[in-house]
């Protein structure tokens, strides 16, 4: 059944047999090679990568862009330690300077019981200072805006910034707390945000006229700075032509940003039952000599508000504004309104559309016949009278 095959073709497939055997051999060993090579490069690697012990450690060394940063780091922290102790400072000596001058006006100083803090923190930089307590007003409060001299950043931006932006500044706000007030609105403030004040405060606008003209009759060179938004020129004389006015104004005109008597109702709970504002807003000297003035000015104008009497021309005048500007205000919230339900009454009517094309062919027809019986049924009892076909 076999057929032995002639000598010459055994030794033929013998040699290629053995040159398979051979070849075999050496593949395996060249495989066992390469992966013997690659198990010693990943271990050299992970040699390499392992976390030395502690004790080999070595400290980098140090270079010229690290003793830059360092600098950098050391100049910071010193120049914001001197300027946080210089705020504190001013702080402090204002804060005896407020509270030796108020009093003697107020009944009761202070942020605490006994009046040891005159001063409350705010922020880095601002302060505030309250008093209570006497009679025509209800309390004064004072903020102290301080320049940020932690900062070095902040003078650097001293060529691109206003006076009033890089000072000093406080802002005085009093509550007058006497009922029955005649209606008055006066503004002194700065000519160059004039008419962006004018724009923010509604009261301004409504009720006030500008009386700048009258301004050049007092003969005060700084008030040439100033404009005046006034109900009226009495109201306006009254208070710019009183000796107290005019000396601040002649001593701290280049100081004042504004003088303002407001209406403004406060949406803060502490402040619901307030009717009457005085707003005083200022640079603070270096020197400090002028907190006292102002503080005295505030208790006098607050003072002299709550006496002033009017003729019953403007009093009239003024309460006819307010009742024109009421009745503005109730026809626009009206109109609001009516467009608010009339949006309302389109977005559901849109919606509704949008279902009626969602339903099937049946379904809106049976809509449709539905919708035009109810239209029939309303016209009908308007008094149409349709033929019957």
């Not at 030395?52 to 950098?72: C, E, H, L």
């Not at 301080?146 to 802002?171: A, C, G, L, T, V």
């Not at 020197?287 to 009017?310: A, E, H, I, K």
């Amino acid at each position: 059944m076999f057929k032995l095959m002639p000598a010459k073709h055994h030794s033929y497939y013998y040699t290629l047999f053995l040159l398979g055997c051979i070849g075999t051999l050496l593949l395996s060993a060249a495989n066992g090679q390469s992966v013997k090579t690659e198990q010693s490069g990943t271990q050299q690697a992970k040699n390499q990568t392992a976390v030395p012990p502690r004790s080999q450690w070595k400290r980098a060394p140090w270079t010229i862009v690290d003793s830059f940063y360092a600098g950098i780091a050391l100049f910071y922290l010193i120049f914001f330690a001197i300027g946080t102790w210089r705020n504190v400072t001013l702080s402090k000596r204002i804060g005896q300077l407020l509270s030796s001058c108020a009093s003697s006006q107020f009944a009761w100083i202070g942020t605490d019981k006994d009046g040891q803090q005159p001063l409350y923190q705010d922020g880095i930089a601002s302060y505030i200072f309250y008093a209570s307590g006497r009679r025509n007003i209800a309390w004064m409060q004072w903020e102290l805006e301080w320049k940020h001299r932690q900062d070095p950043f902040f003078y650097m931006r001293r060529p691109f910034e206003n006076r009033w932006n890089m000072s000093d500044r406080i802002h005085i706000r009093i509550a007058l707390n006497k009922e029955n007030l005649p209606p008055m609105v006066f503004c002194l403030i700065r000519a160059r945000g004039a008419k962006r004040f004018r724009s923010e405060h509604k009261e301004v606008e409504n009720y006030c006229e500008s009386f700048s003209s009258f301004l050049s009759t007092l003969n005060i060179p700084v008030l040439e700075r100033f404009q005046v938004y006034s109900e009226s020129l009495e109201l306006a004389r009254k208070i710019l032509t009183e000796d107290r006015t005019l000396q601040l104004v002649s001593k701290y005109g280049h100081l004042i940003q504004r003088i303002f008597i407001s209406e403004e109702k406060s949406l803060k709970q502490n402040e619901a039952g307030v009717t009457k504002w005085i707003d005083i807003q200022t640079i603070l000297p270096n020197d400090l000599t002028g907190v006292q003035d102002f503080l005295l000015f505030g208790c006098w104008l607050g003072d002299y508000v709550s006496s002033m009497s009017l003729s019953s021309a403007v009093i009239q005048r003024a309460e006819k504004l307010r009742a024109m500007v009421k009745e503005d205000e109730e026809k626009a919230k009206e109109k609001k309104k009516k467009e608010q339900i009339l949006k309302q009454k389109q977005e559901r009517k849109q919606q509704d559309v949008n279902d009626v094309f969602s339903l099937s062919r049946s379904a809106q027809k049976k809509l449709e016949e539905k919708q035009r019986k109810a239209d029939l049924k309303k016209k009908s009892k308007k008094g149409y009278r349709f033929l019957a076909i």
